[in-house]
């Protein structure tokens, strides 16, 4: 079973529970098996399955299924024009993440904020103080619920530093080294733009991440929050901004090497600077949208160079070999998502495929529709499309266009931000 199909749910208790750590062993805390050949192996390709089209949804809820609704992604046949390419079935298979893990040249559990525990995961709920090493946190709330985790906000005793807590049965070490990744090759002055785990604590049943805390929602809360509005969605000036600050996001994960494989309205957060912020520049980077959950991120510099995957993951389940197409399939689902409010579909019109949107009265559609054609037609692993010129081009109808229009808009969705998450408290 791979590790996207898992959903766990974790009772909540209250109760404080003090535990301390055993001396983290070298090498033996993560579970690791040999690397099985049967995980990795050359195939015939598959031929997409015939289209199956369901209902759309009207109401946007956090997270998940519902935002994965019958999708396809085309791909040209494998080896079509393209190098050879080194295909491995399932970039989440369990036993390859752990020979993957145990093959680090520099182990996890060498670094000083992994830490492994001999125990069982302590009790996590809102209102409970936990002892992890030398600090005390208390829980305050839980800020949501993912397909695989919970995560509660928490407040340092000692220093009141406010934080989140990732909780996640069984552990999830990978989301651990994905950040580990990203702080050694991205670059300081982007490293903000994703999420930042400080420390990892892993147990015999499931991992605890502590990272920092985004405390404006998610991009899908914005969504949300102008359903209750006249404009019923975001205006297109915002709409336009947020696409661009998301390519440039996903642009520079792309550069390390990095999928992130769970793009979604709901892994991008709003953070402080984000109501601070008064520069729209296309290359701003202080926008104070983070992409956050990098739990089933794919380093492809583990693997050889031109790997593509054939796991049928819900976005590819044509079957054709894939590697950053799941990414645009993720941000056109999110913009999708920013600019109708509901979750995308795509269906296939001869070799074509759409989405099922229909721009009436968008001042953009054209632009809008060669967008998601681009995103959604890309032929093979060695024709991927330019994040970078799709992002100028967005770029330039916003500064031609909304230039003066997008502060007050702005401030109108950082009054509305502000609002729901004092109702919130
Ligand atoms: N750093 C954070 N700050 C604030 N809220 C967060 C943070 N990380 C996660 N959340 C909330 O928890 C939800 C689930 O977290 P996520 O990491 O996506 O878990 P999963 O791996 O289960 O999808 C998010 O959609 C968001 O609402
Ligand atoms: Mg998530």
Known sequence: MSARQRTVGIPLETMDIPVSPEPPKFGSDVTMSPFQSSSKFRMDIPMSPAPEVRNGMDILMSPDQGSKVNMDVPMSPAGQGAAAVELVSD??????ISSLLSKLSTPLTSQPNFITWQCKVPSIAPKMTIKMGKGSLRVD????QGAFATVYQATDLNTSEKMILKVQKPANPWEFYINSQLNARLQPSVRHLFNNIHSAHLFQNGSVLLGELYNCGTLLNAVNLYKN???????????????VCILHMVEQLHNIHIVHADIKPDNFLLGERFLENKSFDQDNLDHGLSLIDLGQSIDMTLFPEGTAFTAKCTEMQSGRPWNYQTDYFGIAGTVYCMIFGTYM???QE??????NAVFRRNPHSDLWTEFFHTLLNVPDCSSLPCLRSLRSR????LQQNYSNKLPSLKTR????VLESRTARR
């Open 345 to 347: 579909q795509v269906t």
């Open 394 to 397: 967005l770029s330039t109808v």
């Open 91 to 96: 970039p989440w298979d369990e036993e390859l």
């Open 413 to 416: 969705l950082v009054i509305q």
């Open 141 to 144: 709330c839980v800020l949501g």
């Open 229 to 243: 509005l006249s404009d019923k969605v975001i205006p297109q000036p915002l709409v336009i901004y947020f696409t």
């Open 350 to 355: 001869g070799s074509v495929w759409k989405t």
